[in-house]
Structures are given as structure tokens and as C-alpha cells.
């Protein structure tokens, strides 16, 4: 161990990083979380920002609209390749979704107290994410007005959907996934609604917040089934999103396509959403906390905290791909190594090299408690490792499309303009959300706070 | 006093700090007063103790709506694919129930979550938009930083002056009375 580095897990770094502050009271933590929402003027930058994202925003509204007039065509997908850009950015959205649900639920059921200033925008994470997955099976349908012919209604075809087709589990997972994300994050927010009903100046605020927070006050009888609500939301959630991206990486391992065609995906999907999440959650908690002073309750702790996920959830990752290495060679396989080969030296290698630089090799520099406890190098990391991520995908679908088993059938697959316009497009849906969400919802949850500032000033007695 | 009784819906204390509401809480339960409620801008630890909640649906309507939910979505597939619209596919079974585990899952957890939230929101009584304990001033600071605990006129020991003396006793930093409209 160097010199002046203190050990890794010790009371003395505890005590160095709290989980929040010193000094807090149950008022203030009100204050400061409320304030955000309700009297801090919005700044010019936040006008800035919004605009960029709401023009991005545009931009998708205009690409969408484009796909649906002329269809998808204007996409770069051909046989063989139809899945491209659509499936990569829903898989990887739906993954970033991952690490909202993870701290909320997961986290809570282990009781891990660094969580509560986190899992606030981290569930709306979830669900912005999974709006902007949402949207790409559906356009890629090619016929979005038809899409609720995936759900089994009464037809006067008579017919059902082919329930066991990993499509429809898609359809039920990602619902049900959105449903309960949402229902999760709105339990959570009622209470604090509630304060900000109670605080609110302005007459129609007090009517928005009153409606949502739906009377809410505060009753100790409903404060208890309240409480085993959640802890039963939160024992739901955790093998949901389990399953989701299971489910997910069943699009893929059902079929028998080299490269895809492995027991290891439900794993090591799982293992890659939450990396993905986690890198997002630093990404957009690391701007949030500098720009709304919010230093003392998203401490150094919850980054470094956050950080050491990403490095475990990263080295299950590079098992994954050792493991494909591996099972292809041991297997024998002619067509599985085939791809590895192609994966290595094929027309896509630059991205595959690129994938094993932004997930395996940089995110090591997180070994470093120096590295973990500098705020660019982890922001920068949470952008490497989103792109390695996207990287991951992007292999995963078009390496193994373009090179399958006879080569007659393969093909070259590359993204046209209304492609980045429809993924940069989702980029700026999710900003434009995020930024709504600060302004007018507190990212902070309040009544935890001050739950921990109980359970803190109880610890100091 | 009887006269006002109909106009009253309680006694409300306010108390600065979750210790000084539970132990007000255990005192007033002491005292022989059932009809109360504490209010609190957080989960107290113990606070549902000394208030001597027990009976708890929540879990079991969670369990029904699981049940439910899981039950549906299995034999709606095994309907679909056996009954409703059985396609032979080179004679693989109708029934392939292990296809149809991830729907079930799926619907499993949805019946659940459902239950459990719109349970929880059904045996509190929510949406209700108002409350005679809105009525008192302070009360706003129940979601902020105070703690509060009303004794309800409904309880058959209450008695304005008195029960409002008895909080004062307990050290309650405001004593209010609630009104019923």
C-alpha cells in the first residue's frame, strides 16, 4: 500500500466520506432538496442545456417521422443485417435503465444506507432510459401503428401471439419492467410531493403537488403499510430486473446464430446492464452535484462506491468474453470460432479492439482509490464505459449478422444518417427529461434524507 | 363541551424530535386513549409499536396479486396454444409450458406490484385531498421537520380541556385543537 493511502474499507475513510454531511437537520435537508425546486430561480444554463437536448429531441421527432412515412428503409438495415442500430440502442438503453432499479431495490434490500441520496434520479434514469428503448422495437417494427398486435387481445383473426417467441417475453418484460420502475419511483415520491405541497408558494404548484402527493400526510398507520410496500416493491424489482435483461439476451441466445447461440448471455447481459447503468448514474450525478451544490449529500463515498460496482460488474463483463473465446475454441465449433476469428481480424475488428479498450482495459485505472476519488477521471470514465457498452452491442448484433454460416449470406452492415439521427435523437429525449426532472421533482428523496440524518444522529450517541 | 364535540375531530401535540413523539405516544396509549394517530415526516423506527399497529394487509394482497397475475398469464398461454388456436408444428407439443415460464414470471411480478401499490393506497384511504388535520397552521411542518400526534374526539376518554392539558403535560411544544370542517 502507498504511502498516505489509508486502508480500503476502514472506519477511518467511513468517517472521511460520510454518506452525507455533517450538521444536517431534518429541516434543512428539506430546505436544501426543496429549494432546488421550488425557489432557486432556473439559470440561464439550464435554459441552454434544455434547448440542445429539446432541439436532439427534435431531431428524433422529425427522423421518426421520416421512418414512418418512407418506412425503414431509410435505415441502413438490409438482409442480412435487419437488426442493426435499432436493436443495439434498445439493448442498450434498457441496460442503462438497469442500474436505476439495482439501486433502488437491490441496494435497499441490503440495507446499503449510500444509496438514499442516489436513488431518486436514478429511478427516473430507469425510466427515461427505458422510454428511449422503448421506442426503437417499436419503429423497427416498421409498422409502429400495428404494434399492438403484440399483445394478445381478442382479434377477429383469432389468432394469438406466438407466446413462445423471445419477441413476445420482450413485450411482457419491458412493459411489466416500465410499469413497476414507475409505480416504484411514484411510491417513493409521494411523501416528498407531500413537502412540496406543504412548501410551495404559488397557488398553482400547491394544486400540481397536492393532486400528485394525493393527501398524503404523513400518518404513522400509513407510514407502515407504506413502508412494507415498498420493501415488497423492492423484493419485486430485484429478480425483475433480473429476468429483464435475461429476457433480453434471449432475443439473441435462442437463436442458433454463431456468437449468439451461448449459455453464458443471461449472465453476462445482466452483469453489462448494470455496468452500463452505473457508468450513466456517475455521468449524470457528477454534473447534478457541482451545479446544484449537492457535494454533501452525493458524496465521494457514493462515487467511490458507485466506481467499485462498475470495476466488479466490468471484471464479470471480460469474464463473459473470455468465456465466448473460450467455449468457441474448447467446442470446436467451425462456425463459433470462425466468428472469433472474424471478431479479431474481420472487417469489424477496429470496433471490437475498440469494445475490450473502453470495457476491459481503462475501467482498471478504477483499481486506484487516487483514480475512484478524482471527479473528471471518473466522469470520464462513465462515458468510456457507456461507449464500450454501446460498442459491446453494436459487435453482438452486426458481427454475428454479417458473417453467419454460408458466405453467400454475408453482408456489410453501416449506419445511415437517419440512424445517428434517431440515436443522438433518444440522446436528447433522455436529456430533455432529465433536465425536467431536476427543475420541477426533487432528484433527491427528501423524507430518506431525513431518515438518515435520524439514523446518523442516532450512530453519534 | 358536548356541543362541540361534533365540531372537534381531535387534540393534535406537536413534538420536535421522533424520540419525544414516541415516548408522547406510549404516555397517551399509557393513559387509555385508543382512537390516535401520530404524524411524522419519516418512517419512525418503533413509532408503529408504541402505537400498537399489528394488522397488516399489505403482504397478503401482495401475495393474491402475484398469484393472480402468475395464474392468468400461464393458463391464458396453455388456453391460447392448447384450446383457442392449437397449430401443430411437426408434432411438438401444444403445451410447451417451459415457454411459457417468462411470460408467466413477467406477469407474476406485474400482479404483485400492482397489488401491493394500489393495495397500500386503498387501505390508507389515498387519493383523500383533505383532512381535518390540514386545518391545524403548523401542521405543514408534518413533512417537513416536526412530529406530530392527535388524540381523536371519537376516542371515548376524550375530553377537550382535559386531554389537551394531558398533552400539555407531556411537554408537547403547540397543543391545537382540531376542527372537524
Not at chain 1, 454518506?19 to 444536517?24: M, S
Not at chain 1, 431509410?74 to 436505476?100: D, E, K, R, S, T
Not at chain 1, 434524507?449 to 453519534?460: F, G, K, Q, Y
Not at chain 2, 383457442?84 to 407439443?93: E, K, L, M, T, V
Request: proline share 6%; hydrophobic share 50%; aromatic share 14%.
Amino acid at each position: 500500500m502507498s504511502a498516505g493511502q489509508p486502508p480500503f474499507d476502514s472506519p477511518e475513510i467511513r468517517r472521511l466520506t460520510p454518506v452525507i454531511g455533517p450538521g444536517y437537520t431534518y429541516g434543512s435537508v428539506t430546505d436544501k432538496i426543496s429549494a432546488i425546486v421550488l425557489t432557486r430561480p432556473t439559470s440561464l444554463g439550464w435554459y441552454v442545456g434544455f434547448l440542445i437536448a429539446f432541439s436532439l429531441m427534435g431531431m428524433l421527432t422529425v427522423a421518426v417521422g421520416w421512418l414512418i412515412i418512407k418506412g425503414v428503409g431509410i435505415w441502413g438495415i438490409n438482409i442480412p443485417i435487419g437488426w442493426g442500430f435499432a436493436i443495439v440502442n434498445f439493448v442498450w438503453w434498457i441496460g442503462i435503465g438497469h442500474a436505476g432499479t439495482l439501486i433502488s431495490a437491490i441496494l435497499f434490500l441490503l440495507n446499503q444506507k449510500w444509496r438514499t441520496s442516489i436513488n431518486r434520479f436514478a429511478e427516473a434514469m430507469t425510466l427515461f432510459a427505458v422510454a428511449c428503448a422503448g421506442i426503437f422495437p417499436l419503429i423497427h417494427t416498421g409498422r409502429p401503428w400495428m404494434a399492438f398486435y403484440m399483445f394478445p387481445y381478442p382479434s377477429t383473426m383469432g389468432l394469438w401471439p406466438q407466446f413462445r417467441s423471445p419477441l413476445i417475453w420482450d413485450v411482457f418484460a419491458v412493459s411489466t419492467y416500465g410499469t413497476v420502475s414507475l409505480m416504484f419511483w411514484f411510491v417513493g415520491l409521494i411523501p416528498d410531493l407531500a413537502t412540496l405541497r406543504d412548501r410551495a408558494v404559488k397557488t398553482p404548484m400547491k394544486i400540481i403537488y397536492g393532486m400528485l402527493s394525493m393527501g398524503w400526510r404523513g400518518s404513522a398507520r400509513h407510514w407502515y403499510r407504506y413502508q412494507s410496500a415498498y420493501l415488497l416493491l423492492a423484493g419485486l424489482a430485484t429478480p425483475l430486473v433480473l429476468s429483464v435483461h435475461s429476457v433480453i439476451s434471449f432475443d439473441f441466445s435462442i437463436a442458433i446464430v454463431p456468437g449468439w447461440h451461448t449459455t453464458i448471455f443471461p449472465p453476462y447481459f445482466v452483469a453489462g446492464a448494470i455496468y452500463s447503468g452505473f457508468a450513466m448514474v456517475l455521468t449524470i450525478a457528477i454534473p447534478l452535484r457541482k451545479v446544484y451544490g449537492l457535494e454533501d449529500f452525493i458524496t465521494m463515498r457514493h462515487l467511490d462506491n458507485m466506481a467499485k460496482v462498475m470495476l466488479a460488474t466490468g471484471l464479470i463483463v471480460a469474464y463473459g468474453y473470455f468465456m465466448e473465446f473460450f467455449m468457441s475454441s474448447y467446442s470446436g465449433n467451425k462456425f463459433d470460432v470462425f466468428l472469433v476469428q472474424q471478431r479479431l481480424h474481420g472487417p469489424y475488428a477496429p470496433f471490437y479492439y475498440a469494445l475490450i479498450l473502453c470495457n476491459i482495459l481503462l475501467p482498471q485505472l478504477l483499481w486506484s482509490f487516487k483514480m475512484r476519488h478524482n471527479v473528471a477521471v471518473l466522469f470520464i470514465m462513465s462515458i468510456v464505459v457507456n461507449i464500450g457498452m454501446w460498442l459491446e452491442r453494436f459487435v453482438i448484433v452486426v458481427i454475428s449478422l454479417t458473417r453467419d454460416f454460408v458466405p453467400s449470406a454475408w453482408g456489410r452492415y453501416s449506419p445511415t444518417f437517419w440512424d445517428w439521427a434517431t440515436f443522438i435523437g433518444t440522446m436528447g429525449m433522455f436529456v430533455t427529461l432529465i433536465f425536467l426532472f431536476v427543475r420541477v421533482l426533487p432528484a433527491i428523496s427528501i423524507a430518506e434524507m431525513r431518515e438518515l440524518v435520524a439514523e446518523t444522529s442516532e450512530d453519534e450517541k | 363541551m358536548h356541543l362541540h364535540r361534533s365540531h372537534i375531530y381531535g387534540v393534535m401535540g406537536e413534538f420536535g424530535d421522533p424520540e419525544e413523539l414516541i415516548h408522547a405516544v406510549q404516555k397517551i396509549r399509557e393513559a387509555g386513549y385508543r382512537r390516535l394517530d401520530a404524524y411524522a415526516p419519516f418512517p419512525v423506527e418503533g413509532l408503529s409499536e408504541a402505537l400498537g399497529l399489528k394488522r397488516n394487509l399489505v403482504p397478503a394482497i401482495t401475495l393474491l396479486g402475484g398469484l393472480g397475475g402468475g395464474l392468468t398469464g400461464f393458463l391464458f398461454q396453455v388456453w391460447a396454444n392448447v384450446s383457442s388456436y392449437p397449430i401443430n408444428i411437426g408434432g411438438r407439443p401444444l403445451n410447451s409450458w417451459p415457454a411459457f415460464i417468462p411470460v408467466t414470471f413477467e406477469l407474476t411480478i406485474l400482479g404483485a406490484s400492482l397489488a401491493a401499490v394500489f393495495g397500500m393506497l386503498a387501505l390508507n384511504g389515498l387519493p383523500q385531498p383533505h383532512h381535518p388535520v390540514f386545518n391545524v397552521h403548523r401542521f405543514s411542518h408534518a413533512s417537513s421537520d416536526r412530529f406530530f400526534v392527535c388524540i381523536e374526539s371519537r376516542d371515548p376518554k376524550f375530553h377537550l380541556a382535559d386531554t389537551a392539558r394531558f398533552l400539555q403535560s407531556l411537554h408537547a411544544h403547540h397543543v391545537s385543537e382540531v376542527s372537524d370542517d
